[in-house]
């Protein structure tokens, strides 16, 4: 029933930024409040891999050494949105990007198998 849907993604020059957004439909009243959410990209020919996540009270973010220090994933609870602010962007750092979610209460993690629900991704072109 829920699903998610990202948004923000495009074509940008190296050392430029992008903010990326995920909104939830689907179930009325349903918030990102109590759920661990996560940002997660897929480069061509490449393998899934975590960049962000969150924990479902807030309190801890994690993220993947090449994301520490550019990239923050953040959560408007009033407008129960997931952003994740990419800065300094890098060739390396094109790929589909895609938000999830897990069914309840959790910690952050950057592993996709403990995240039940994805969106079907938008696409970031980072060109030197």
């Known amino acids: 029933l829920v699903q998610l849907m990202e948004s923000g993604g495009g074509s940008v020059q190296a050392g430029g930024s992008l903010r990326l957004s995920c909104t939830v439909s689907?179930?009325?009243?349903?918030?990102?409040?109590?759920?661990?959410m996560g940002w997660f990209r897929q480069p061509p020919g490449k393998e899934r891999e975590g960049v962000a996540s969150?924990?479902?009270?807030?309190?801890?973010?994690i993220y993947t050494d090449s994301a520490k220090g550019r990239f923050t994933i953040s959560l408007d609870n009033a407008e129960n949105t997931l952003f994740l602010l990419m800065n300094n962007l890098k060739v390396e750092d094109t790929a589909m990007y895609y938000c999830?979610?897990?069914?309840?209460?959790?910690?952050?993690?950057?592993?996709?198998?403990?995240?039940?629900?994805w969106g079907q991704g938008t696409q970031v072109t980072v060109s030197s």
């Open positions: 689907g179930a009325s009243g349903l918030t990102f409040s109590n759920r661990r």
């Open positions: 969150i924990s479902s009270d807030g309190s801890t973010t």
């Open positions: 999830a979610a897990s069914g309840g209460p959790a910690s952050a993690s950057l592993d996709p198998g403990r995240f039940g629900f």
